[in-house]
């Protein structure tokens, strides 16, 4: 019996093209300089062969490519273009890159938790970020400096498309306007004194902060500057509209425990100590304090100045205040101020929060 020879056929080809020869050939795809600028730029922030060539639309191979000659591309890139080279090779350190990774997705798991969120804290967590990656990474990268300045958090928006809120960055002057005829319409249906309404607010205190500049004699040498302390906490502050009752601020603290209360009574504090890993006011922390604090202060108050058992408690929109607070107390009415007005028509901000700072730290 006649037996056929095996075609013996190498690699993955298709049977079906066995045996015919194309004289056509594969389109070649033209890989600008700026392309392979960006792959290097992004091989120093540390992504990995895959990530690139599937971000940019390359093959992986040329990727490769593009890494193993990066000394002649770098080369050529700066004797065609002499102007504009040092725009196009500037690279981001690996410390850098990999910072703004974690940053943006630490923005997204704050917005997915309803955390609040401002330039601020966004910048102090860079800094924090980038200092722990630098130890992490060695001596290697000790030469790299980052401010976190407000030109880089611009630029950091931009290349990650970070948005912190929904409201516009404009206070709404118009809802603010048409609001204090609402106030009083509510005012005058409960029956409510200035004393029986109250306001709260949330504010960041870097409490271990010392002044950046500082005068030095002129026949005195210069030093070395300190280090700004980055040690920050949250805190509530809040009272009547009258202004004769405070309420007990909440402070909320990194650590339950910190080694400077060791032995102390957290009810002996002039404030009510609460503590969240990222110091924040979180939305059950405030629904505690409400129920546990702020409705008993209330009572309290209002039995001592024989005034009726009900209250009005004015709250801006932060993520934090949970809608649902007028539902959990029968004495104490909920009211929010309209979205994007807080600068305008919060009684806290008019200077109280300002003020209080001010005496704290001098």
Same mark, same amino acid.
């Given at each position: 019996?006649?037996?056929? #020879? ?18 056509? $050939? ?16 992004? +091989? ?25 000659? $990066? ?12 102007? !504009? ?44 970020? +980038? ?28 290349? *990650? ?6 409201? &516009? ?17 509510? @005012? ?9 309404? +109250? ?18 004699? @002129? ?9 700004? !302390? ?18 007990? #601020? ?11 209360? $060791?032995?102390? !009574? $957290?009810? %002996? ?24 604090? +702020?409705?008993?202060?209330?009572? %309290? ?7 009726? *058992?009900?209250? @009005? ?5 932060? &993520?934090?205040? #949970?809608? *649902? ?22 009684p806290m901000n008019q200077g109280v929060i300002a003020t209080f700072k001010a005496s704290t730290l001098l």
């Open positions: 019996m006649k037996t056929t #020879p095996r075609l013996q056929v190498s690699g993955k080809a298709p049977l079906g093209g066995i045996g015919l020869r194309h004289s056509a $050939k594969r389109d070649r795809k033209s890989i600008t300089l700026h392309v392979k600028l960006e792959v290097l730029r992004r +091989f120093e922030e540390g992504e990995k062969l895959t990530q690139i060539a599937r971000a940019l639309g390359l093959a992986t191979s040329t990727v490769a490519s593009i890494r193993v000659n $990066k000394d002649k591309i770098r080369a050529n890139s700066q004797a065609a273009t002499p102007v !504009s080279a040092t725009q196009l090779t500037r690279c981001r350190g690996v410390v850098m890159g990999h910072m703004e990774r974690l940053l943006s997705l630490w923005i997204e798991e704050q917005k997915r938790q309803n955390l609040p969120i401002s330039t601020l804290l966004i910048q102090d967590k860079a800094r924090r970020l +980038f200092v722990q990656l630098q130890h992490e990474q060695g001596s290697g990268t000790q030469a790299e400096t980052f401010g976190a300045s407000n030109g880089w958090f611009a630029r950091f928006k931009a290349r *990650h498309n970070v948005l912190l809120t929904d409201e &516009p960055s404009v206070a709404d002057t118009q809802a603010a306007a048409h609001y204090p005829p609402v106030l009083r319409t509510i @005012l005058e249906e409960g029956c409510y004194s200035p004393r029986q309404v +109250f306001n709260v607010d949330e504010t960041g205190l870097f409490w271990k902060r010392l002044p950046e500049r500082m005068l030095l004699a @002129l026949e005195g040498a210069a030093g070395p500057g300190l280090k700004a !302390s980055k040690d920050h906490l949250t805190l509530l502050l809040g009272g009547n509209a009258a202004g004769d009752f405070k309420l007990k #601020p909440l402070l909320v603290y990194p650590s339950e425990n910190p080694r400077a209360l $060791k032995g102390c !009574s $957290k009810a %002996s504090l002039p404030v009510v100590w609460r503590s969240n890993r990222n110091d924040w006011l979180t939305p059950s922390i405030f629904q505690e304090w409400f129920t546990g604090c +702020f409705c008993p202060a209330v009572e %309290s108050y209002c039995a001592s100045h024989g005034l009726p *058992h009900r209250a @009005l408690l004015l709250l801006d929109g932060a &993520p934090c205040h #949970p809608a *649902h607070l007028g539902g959990l107390s029968a004495h104490v009415r909920v009211e929010f101020l309209p979205k994007n007005t807080s600068a305008l028509i919060q």
